[in-house]
């Protein structure tokens, strides 16, 4: 009797706290639920629906916080559900684990023949066989390019100076002569 009378002491005393720690413990599960969830799939499965609403949603706001907080609220609701949906499948026996329709091996491009490849891009393939190579010489002539027009500026530098210096001389003695 003496423990359930402590235990009911303790959450008479920290309620508020207990019931933060859960929402927060939620909400940081299903954070990291989403987060090892597949982010792409052709079946358009798990939390993928949500995330595209989302992102509508959040381009309609047009920044406006207010606007952009309520979509965040609403997307957390549908991951929720997604969450929630998974749990009761799975309890029905719908689904062989609670997590089974959120993460998942997702199917990308098996519609399409993988060695199937568009003519445009295998000419381009075939003109540019090492295309890090090239990168890589037009990186070096790029620095070479700046190294030269640094030089050049250096070398500008005094020519514009004494050029000032003549054109102060030729208007002083413009102004000069203009006077007399």
């Not at 026996?93 to 997702?106: I, M, R, S, V």
């Amino acid at each position: 009797m003496l423990r359930i009378e402590r235990m009911l002491r303790f959450i008479k005393i920290h309620w508020f706290g207990l019931i933060l720690t859960v929402i927060g413990v939620f909400y940081a599960l299903i954070f990291i639920l989403v987060f090892l969830s597949p982010r792409q799939d052709e079946l358009k499965r798990g939390f993928i629906p949500c995330t595209e609403t989302l992102v509508k949603e959040m381009f309609d706001c047009n920044g406006k916080a207010w606007c952009m907080s309520k979509a965040i609220v609403k997307n957390t609701g549908c991951d929720t559900k997604i969450v929630l949906d998974g749990f009761g499948n799975w309890v029905e026996g719908k689904q062989p684990t609670p997590w089974a329709n959120y993460l998942f091996e997702p199917e990308i491009g098996k519609d399409q023949n993988k060695e199937e490849i568009h003519p445009e891009l295998e000419e381009f393939y075939k003109d540019n066989r090492d295309i890090k190579a090239d990168m890589e010489k037009l990186n070096k002539q790029w620095q070479e390019l700046e190294k030269s027009f640094s030089d050049d500026k250096i070398a500008e530098v005094p020519v514009k100076k004494q050029e000032a210096e003549e054109n102060k001389e030729e208007t002083a003695d413009e102004q000069t002569a203009s006077k007399e």
